[in-house]
């Protein structure tokens, strides 16, 4: 059976039109522009079995619907097993993604007189070398031990950003940020999918 190349009807405004190649599957493609496998099926009726495409059809890609993603930060000092948190990627008005981190730590006097400040960390690889984003953390109001942050990414940082990034909270013996991962980390995570 000799199967011909097919093309949709037509393609939402927003989708990318995608030409199959020589040993792709719709699997990976869904993988590849990062959409739900069973939205981009549904975005393609004219591809009546899914699992047979051949080299030449045309696939609608819905636009890339971003949800957010979600990490638990877990204490990795035995000196403070409680110490506990969560980070989350999401879109906001102002910005494509932010992550917003809140965490349970204990307060910087039970540290040790020469901490000054919690600081969060983005730390990630691109091709040539390791980066971080960071910002500080702020005590939130009328929550003991509870303490909140959240960095804002840039196109620019989105576009450098890879899929695995780690976070990280570390207590600073300064005022202002260490290089990463900081003075004495706390709690570690990482999004497996960013």
Known sequence: MVMFPRKPVNCPVDAVRYTVRPGDM?????????VDLNQLIGANPHIPHPNLIVPGDILCIPKIKFSPYSVMLRSVN??????????????TPAYEKSVSIIAVLPGLKELGPSYKQYQAYLIYATATDNRALNKPLHKVPETPNTWAA????????????????????S????????????????????????
């Open 150 to 169: 959240t960095i804002d990414l840039t196109p620019e940082d989105i576009a450098e950003i890879p899929r695995n990034v780690k976070v990280a909270i």
């Open 26 to 34: 719709m699997y990976q493609i869904a993988r590849r522009f990062q």
């Open 78 to 91: 035995e000196k403070f097993p409680t110490a506990s948190g969560s980070a989350m990627v999401s879109k």
């Open 171 to 194: 207590a600073n013996v300064t005022e202002g940020p260490e290089p990463p991962p900081g003075d004495l980390v706390v709690l570690e995570g990482a999004f497996s999918r960013f």
